[in-house]
């Protein structure tokens, strides 16, 4: 479900996370591995203020690993650790305790030195819709208990889930909004599934795919769809749209007297994409 956000729902989500906040340790903060910036929260910083945060790089099974390294240098010269996984097969889901636990190795080193015996950190996730908060809540869990669903009116009754001993993370992720206002950054959500289409032209999006990929991953494209030539000018939109109906040609999305439907093709590109069958492609570099 998409949640249609109104500032009146931006506001409330935000009050949602500093309630959570004030009964937490450390923040564990979702992007997308294929757009990292792009989904992100633009008030994140702010409105975290100053907790210890892990970022983490979901989806990383659909993300260029070269690019995704590329990411966590980028995060790593800001001060921030980060850590790609894959919630959904589970990779890497393992290295987050110890990670968390780092964050948070000062404040046990300190009780220890007075003598108390240091309870588990309390950790929260947070994220904007669809980016694998709850699928990360239940593999943690190691069993499904977080509901998907994004429901930022609706208020649970906090519980905490064990990871391990050592862990204590919240039942409900915080919910962040995505920064859509950039129509560029709405073209990157709406190609990843982070936003539904029906915001955006269908057409529009597999033509911001297409443009990418030629540009970044040429030789992928090329093969795949049994390209001959590729156009050099992709700002220019005829050539782009040429590479989409040699796809949709490719694909047979053919109407009556032999004419591509461009709508079809949208359809497969966008498809492929997110399914992962074009390979592993990243819509943003830093
Ligand atoms: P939430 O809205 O942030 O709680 O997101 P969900 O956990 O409901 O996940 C949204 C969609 O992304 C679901 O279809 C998940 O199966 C999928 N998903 C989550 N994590 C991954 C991942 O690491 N890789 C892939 N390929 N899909 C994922």
Redesign the pocket.
Known sequence: MTIQWFPGHMTKARRQIEEKLKLIDVVIE?LDARIPLSSRNPMVDEILKGKPRLVLL?????ADPQVTAEWVKYFADQGLPALP?????G?HVKEILPRVKQLWAHKIESQLRKGINPRAVRALIV????????????QLAGKKI?A???KPGVTKGQQWIKVGTEMDLLDT?G?LWPKFEDQMVGMRLAAT?AIKEELLHLDEIALFVVKYMVQHYGAGIQERFAIQELPEDMENIHEVIKVMEAIGRKRGAIVSGGKVDLDKASLIIIRELRA?KMGRISLEKP
């Open positions: 979702l979901n989806k990383n099974d659909l996984i894959d919630a959904a097969n990779t994220g904007i819709p669809n980016v694998g908060k709850s699928t990360l809540i239940n977080a998907t669903g994004d992720p919910i599934g992962g």
